[in-house]
């Protein structure tokens, strides 16, 4: 990749203008939601560095993230599934956990060792979760194992760590990176962070007892399959030696509505990756020391990571046997003739002429 002039990012132009069109689409949305109720919940199974749990995900709906309402990263759709205004009181937000404590109840035989909080946003950012729900959240899962709760970088303070890991859980934080290198994360996913704000977080939660689980993005918009490939595979690599990191998610981009991705993709101008990229990318780092795991949500659909259509579920249950046992020898019992039209996507496909096939 170039590197930029300086009057790339004058105003108007770079960030204020990747700014300026998120904005513009966001404010499309029509949807209403109620505050008392999660965005999602589900039962899973996750491997964790303290070995395969039954895990309770939450995305706890706070108002959503500070950045997007700026304008926001160019694929991320979270924040219209927000609730309008950007406010969610404890009792709100403690209702929608009682929601998903009924939830496990009734779908799970026994409690989920792990529980996962997502807020498509920051679980960290006191606008969104104050402090008097972080705490009490901490204690109704004082008794689990273990607790991940995203955050942007910003937000990882010793305070706010201390109270979840004083109720004696192993606590990790789930940053959403995109991407190791600077360049792409600013000017394709139009995230506001840099690597080494990464490092510092990982850096605080190390020394306050918590660990961190790195969210990688595959092919944000504006670079190719096989660019995808090469920065997908540094990101992991570099995550990996960075301490206090013990695991990578790595998740290919979907199209979500009311994104500049989802403006793209109705113009032809977006493909979401194939699935054999992910394997590709599994398969080259799955000697790396680090938990590396890959959910590619929407797959085997035109919005989500795809390839012909007749391989994409066989590839995709490879995926989730590999995040379990971490053994890439699964990808290789995979075959396909839409292979071959992947590997000349990877040769020929440039930033003038993509997506090359769709
Ligand atoms: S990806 Fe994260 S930081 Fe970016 S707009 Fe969405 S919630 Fe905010
Ligand atoms: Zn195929």
Not at 28 to 42: G, L
Not at 45 to 71: F, K, M, V
Not at 186 to 196: I, M
Not at 298 to 327: M, V
């Amino acid at each position: 990749m170039s590197e930029p002039s300086p009057e790339v990012y004058e105003r108007g132009r770079g960030m204020d203008a990747h700014n300026l069109v998120m904005r513009e689409l966001r404010g499309e949305r029509d949807e209403q939601y109620d505050p008392s109720e999660p965005t999602r919940v589900w039962i899973d199974e996750d491997n964790t560095p303290g070995g395969i749990y039954q895990s309770l995900t939450i995305i706890l709906n706070t108002g959503g993230c500070r950045w997007a309402r700026a304008g926001g990263c160019t694929m991320c759709g979270y924040v219209a599934e927000s609730v309008e205004g950007g406010r969610v009181s404890h009792e709100h937000l403690m209702a929608q956990i009682e929601h998903c404590l009924e939830h496990e109840r009734s779908h799970a035989d026994e409690v989920s060792p792990l529980v996962k909080i997502y807020t498509s946003g920051s679980f960290l950012d006191e606008r969104e979760v104050g402090a008097e729900t972080r705490q009490a959240i901490a204690d109704t899962f004082a008794d689990r194992e273990r607790l991940v709760v995203e955050s942007l970088p910003d937000f990882v303070k010793p305070a706010r760590l201390d109270d979840l890991v004083f109720v004696g859980l192993e606590v990790d934080v789930a940053i959403g990176l995109e991407t190791a290198t600077d360049r792409i994360r600013r000017d394709c996913v139009n995230k506001y962070f840099n690597f080494a704000d990464f490092e510092d977080a990982c850096e605080i939660a190390s020394e306050h007892g918590a660990g961190v689980k790195a969210y990688l993005l595959m092919k944000p918009p504006f670079i190719t399959e096989a660019e995808a490939i090469d920065d997908m595979v540094r990101s992991i690599e570099r995550c990996a030696e960075v301490s206090g990191c013990h695991t990578v998610s790595m998740n290919p981009c979907n199209v979500q509505r009311y994104t500049m991705v989802d403006e793209l993709h109705f113009r032809g101008g977006y493909r979401p990756p194939w699935l054999w990229s992910v394997a590709e990318v599994l398969t080259q780092t799955a000697d790396i020391d680090a938990i590396i795991v890959s959910d590619p949500v929407g797959h085997g659909s035109d919005r989500g990571p795809h390839n012909c259509g007749t391989c994409d579920t066989g590839i995709y249950e490879a995926i989730k046997a590999f995040n379990l046992d971490q053994d890439s020898a699964v990808f290789d019992r995979i075959e396909c003739s839409c292979r071959h039209t992947w590997e000349v996507v990877c040769e020929r496909e440039t930033g003038y002429n993509q997506p090359l096939v769709h």
